[in-house]
């Protein structure tokens, strides 16, 4: 039998591994499914119609977001996750605050028809496109589904169970596939990409309260819960808050200067690269974060670190090679899976490839809030927010979209500052492990010229 004071690591390495395995397998198999469906839906339905849709869910996010005072990480962190008490008084507040995202959605809808009326948009925009108002009014279904989601997931993630989680997701994702194809092609309309997302809703929740072991959820109030969640989560609220401005400030900006056309060739870009970036997310909150969590709460400092270690690296070596990976190949990605329509998504997925610079930092942001520190996160929103929110006008009035879209790429990279300031403070700061992953984003140039040369070839 292994001494008593190695076996939790172990423990925790085997589960974190066992997670890591079905996230990753998840992962591909679920961006394979999304991008195999964008890549149809792409032939069937025109560009405007995504650009309509980059806005309705640019709105449900922001909503949630200005909202979200980190119900899951609160679980997956606090030592009262599994306390039936504890999780029923944040479902319960989840669920009112379904509600009054509902609402809030339902007034942003009847402000888009009077702007309309109005003509308080330039003609050309994507806020006039007549469709918006009635699409953002049933999108905000979403908010009162996803407000009932069980808390059994989350109890699930917090274990490392991700095996249920996985499935779940998966089969929720189907079922939104099955529904916009279908949708698609009989009528062809943008209601196919709103279907899609009310009905995957709609899956993931009823499969987290009937199918996901423990207590089904009911309605409860505990006040010393209920003080938990909102001492976690004033800070989250105002890294969310803020963030929203950060990770949306960008087509916030480009529905009032790009055209509905325009800005759905602009979000093949963004979805290509987001999905990236949602798997590896995805990986910290599901893998990282809980892992980082339990050494917090059992004070194994050393553990702590060495994971941190782990985790960093990979996404080192993994950010940087996409990053110069897609700034060669780009281009010619978006020519293999797209018509002609959406060629000037490549240049802009070129552009946009360099902010896998600053999102390997990610993975410091997980230790943040295992310890706790979520001050620190806000104040990584807010860095990012200014810049955001000064570049893209500044950028707008100098040289139009294009200079723009570098301002999306770049405007993260303030917040190293505050990286490596908490990072030495909570001594995770390592300037030689920084240094020496760096030629990797070189090696994913060379590959990306090789993968060009081999195309020319034929």
Known sequence: MPPADISPSLSLRRRAIFAGAWNLGALITSQAIRLGGNLIM???????MFGIMVIA??????????SDVGFRQNIIQSPRGDDPAFLNTVWTVQIIRGFILFAFTLLIAGFAWFAQVIHLWPEHSTYAAPELPLVLAVTGVSAIIYGFQSTKVD?????FQQKKVVLAEFASQLAGLLTMLIIGYFTRSIWALVGSG???ALAMTLLGHFWFPGPHNRLHWERSALREVVVFGRWMLLSSAVGVLAMNGDRIWFGGSMSANELGVFSIAVLILGALQLGMARLLGAVALPAFSEAARSQDTPRLHVLYGRFKLMFDLVSLFICGLFWVISPLLISILYDERYAEAGQMLAILSLSFFTWRFAVAHQVWLALGLTKYQAMDNIIRAISLWVLLPLLLAIGGVHYAIWGVALHALPTLVLVVYVNRKVGLFDLKRE???????LAG??????VLKIADWF
Do not use: D, F, N
């Open 155 to 159: 109890v699930a993630v917090r274990e």
């Open 57 to 66: 869910t640019t709105v449900s996010v922001v909503l949630h977001l200005l």
């Open 435 to 441: 240094l020496v992953v760096l030629p990797m984003a």
């Open 42 to 48: 792409a032939r069937l339905l025109m560009p405007e």
């Open 445 to 450: 140039v060379i590959c990306g010229e090789v």
């Open 198 to 200: 009310l009905v995957a």
